[in-house]
């Protein structure tokens, strides 16, 4: 599949911040923001070295996997105000015949939660990905993780009552019938 099928992150703009597509050069500055325990609450796992986190960044600015088969997105998430980097957004579009849908996570650092920065950058790359064509939007969710869950609702995806091999919760947007009514 060619990387010409998939949309590419653009520049987003909201009221209080800016959502950069991700570059290995922001490897440094993210590594700083995700070296910290707490985000990994949920997850599992440990915050990544820089070394670590620039090879990642290396795969993934290619904008989609090595197979072709999904399409990445990734942004960062950075504050007018400051200037300051303060977390990321990113999506795995796949596409079914002419269907596309996402996938989509959010991780905003510690020290700038808790202020709306999450919901408000995850909205954008929602309706963003709607106007690529994206119909099916979904996240996973630890479900003991409540302001992750909360942010979800606010983008307006629902507990579909499916769980994944991790046993997080797949919240989903409600179906829209195909002739619009």
């Known amino acids: 599949m060619s990387d010409q099928q998939w949309p590419k992150a653009e520049w ?5 911040l800016t959502l950069e597509p991700l570059r290995v050069a922001h490897a440094a500055e993210m590594a700083d923001i995700l070296n910290d325990q707490a985000l990994y609450a949920f997850t599992g796992g440990s915050p990544p070295t820089r070394a670590g986190l620039r090879k990642q960044y290396e795969h993934l600015v290619a904008g989609q996997s090595p197979a072709g088969r999904e ?3 990734n942004w960062v998430v950075r504050r007018h105000d400051t200037g300051d980097a303060i977390g990321y957004v990113q999506a ?8 596309k849908s996402a996938d989509l996570a959010w991780v905003i650092g510690t020290a700038h939660q808790n202020r709306g920065f999450a919901t408000e950058s995850a909205r954008t790359v929602a309706g963003w990905l709607q106007r690529q064509g994206v119909h099916e939007l979904t996240a996973h969710v630890h479900p003991a993780q409540r302001a992750s869950l909360a942010v979800a609702g606010a983008v307006g995806l629902l507990d579909t009552g499916e769980r994944d091999a991790d046993g997080e919760m797949i919240l989903g947007l409600p179906p829209v019938p195909r002739d619009g009514r």
């Open 12 to 16: 987003l703009r909201t009221e209080r």
């Open 92 to 99: 795995t579009v796949e596409r079914s015949g002419e269907d």
């Open 71 to 73: 399409g990445w997105l």
